[in-house]
């Protein structure tokens, strides 16, 4: 389950035309991610509540700590990646569509392993698996 809603989100990233988006599990070396930006998309935490059951349908309520960390690209300020995020993620987490969200922190850093400015947004989501049975 952790896996579709990290690739929700990567799939309601790039059909929004946000490129260069990887989730979590991608092995892509950071050489090759490009010298643009890129935009990496973790969880931090995941529960579930006890399923429901129906005849023919169970439904499984979850909640998860989604972590995005979106890397600007070489020798760029902090206005043109503040600029992108406003412009190319943010829209797109406030209209996930299948689950319901709210940003709860972001923080900035300098990552001095590629010297490139990052900004960790974290936001809670929640929603329902249904599994047919």
Excluded: C, W
């Excluded at 797109?92 to 850093?109: A, E, T, W």
């Amino acid at each position: 389950m952790i896996t579709d809603v990290l690739n929700n989100v990567k799939n309601e990233l790039t059909d929004a035309g946000v490129q260069n988006v990887y989730t979590i599990f991608d092995a892509v070396p950071v050489e090759k991610k490009g010298r643009g930006f890129y935009t990496i998309v973790g969880v931090s935490s995941f529960e579930t509540s006890s399923p429901i059951y129906t005849e023919f349908t169970v439904f499984i309520p979850f909640k998860a700590e989604i972590e995005i960390k979106i890397t600007a690209r070489e020798a760029s300020e902090l206005a043109a990646l503040y600029g992108y995020y406003d412009r190319n993620i943010e829209p797109v987490l406030n209209r996930l569509s299948n689950l319901s969200s709210r940003i709860s922190r972001m923080s900035l850093k300098h990552d001095t392993n590629i010297n490139r400015l990052v900004l960790n947004v974290g936001f809670s989501v929640n929603g329902i698996k249904k599994i047919e049975r």
